[in-house]
Nanobody
């Protein structure tokens, strides 16, 4: 089995910063794309940022210039540095990854359980 565990969420004032981390563990042969999604109350889950195995990032327009995604392939970790946070960034943030569990198998998609980010004064 594969587990994705997020950490780093919390309460922060507008304009502040947080760094989210996600650790993938379990039966892992390789990881392709990794990403962060978020879901605010009453809204659908949306992509925040994603990064390929080669390190190419992709961002939602709403976070460009404020958030930075990165990954450590050796540690099977992905990070999200969030700066200049706004109240509208308040949401549960979920880690997502495409994982191959053994050579010759296909990639399957996995989700973490989420970490809450609250931006409020």
């Amino acid at each position: 089995q594969v587990q994705l565990v997020e950490s780093g969420g919390g309460l922060v004032q507008p304009g502040g910063s947080l760094r989210l981390s996600c650790a993938a563990s379990g039966s892992i042969f390789s990881i392709n794309a990794m990403g962060w999604y978020r879901q605010a109350p009453g809204k659908e889950r949306e992509l925040v940022a994603a990064i390929t195995s080669g390190g190419s990032p992709n961002y939602a327009d709403s976070v460009k210039g404020r958030f930075t995604i990165s990954r450590d392939n050796a540690k099977n970790r992905v990070y999200l540095q969030m700066n200049s946070l706004k109240p509208e960034d308040t949401a549960v943030y979920y880690c997502n990854a495409d994982v191959k569990r053994a050579i010759g198998t296909r990639y399957n998609n996995y989700w973490g359980k989420g970490t809450l980010v609250t931006v409020s004064s």
